[in-house]
C-alpha cells in the first residue's frame, strides 16, 4: 500500500468509509465527491481509486459498514415476536444514526445487498413467524416499506406535527405492536 506524500501514513479502507459516513452525516450524499473525501483525507484522489472504483462504491461500502454495526437478534430460541422487535429497532437505529444515508438507500435501494446481514435474520423471523416461503419476499416488502414509512415521517417532522404531545418512541413501538398482532393474526 502506497504512502501519501502529504499524509505520511498508508490509507485504509476504514477509514475511507469513516470519514464517508462523517461526510454524508454533515452535509448528504450531495455533498460527498472523491475530491472533497481526498481533501478530507488529506490524499491525492487518484489515491482513493486504489480503494474504492466510484461515489457508488463508497456509499455502498459505507453502507455495508454500518450495517456491520448492527446489533441483530440472534438465533438463539427467543421468540419470533422479540427477535422481530429488536431488528426493527435496530433498522431505526441507522435511520437515527445516519439520516442522510438513510434516505439515500430507500430512493437507491440497489445499493444495498439485500440477501446479507438484516435481510437475512428478516427472513429468518419470518418463517418463524408462519409466513409461508411463497409469500416471504412479498411480506418482507410489505413491512420494510411500512416502517421506513414511518421512519420518514419521523425524521421530516410529520409524526410531530400530526401528533405534537406523541413521541415517536412510543408511535415506533406501536407500529412494531401491529405488525405482530398483523402476523400473529395470519399465523392463526
Known amino acids: 500500500m502506497a504512502v501519501s506524500a502529504r499524509r505520511g501514513q ?7 468509509y469513516t470519514a464517508v ?28 481509486y486504489h480503494h474504492v472504483e466510484s461515489k457508488d462504491a463508497l456509499l455502498r461500502g459505507a453502507c455495508t459498514a454500518v450495517a ?18 429488536a431488528l426493527a429497532h435496530a433498522y431505526r437505529t441507522i435511520a437515527l444514526s445516519h439520516p442522510a444515508l438513510w434516505s439515500y438507500v430507500n430512493s437507491h435501494p440497489d445499493l444495498v445487498e439485500q440477501e446479507e446481514g438484516m435481510w437475512v ?3 429468518r423471523v419470518l ?3 408462519g409466513v409461508p416461503a411463497a409469500e416471504l419476499l412479498r411480506i418482507r416488502t410489505v413491512l420494510y416499506t411500512f ?42
Open 147 to 188: 416502517v421506513s414509512g414511518l421512519l420518514t415521517a419521523e425524521a421530516v417532522g410529520l409524526l410531530t406535527e400530526l401528533d405534537p404531545a406523541g413521541d415517536a418512541e412510543t408511535t415506533f413501538d406501536a407500529a412494531v405492536d401491529l405488525i405482530l398482532d398483523a402476523l400473529e393474526a395470519r399465523a392463526t
Open 21 to 48: 459516513l462523517r461526510m454524508v452525516d454533515e452535509g448528504g450524499v450531495e455533498g460527498l465527491s472523491m475530491r472533497k473525501l481526498a481533501a478530507e483525507l488529506d490524499v491525492n484522489p487518484m489515491s482513493l
Open 127 to 129: 418463517v418463524a413467524a
Open 68 to 85: 456491520q454495526g448492527l446489533a441483530l437478534p440472534p438465533d438463539d430460541g427467543t421468540p419470533w415476536q422479540e427477535q422481530l422487535r
Open 121 to 123: 435474520v428478516f427472513n
Open 10 to 16: 498508508p490509507l485504509t479502507i476504514q477509514e475511507i
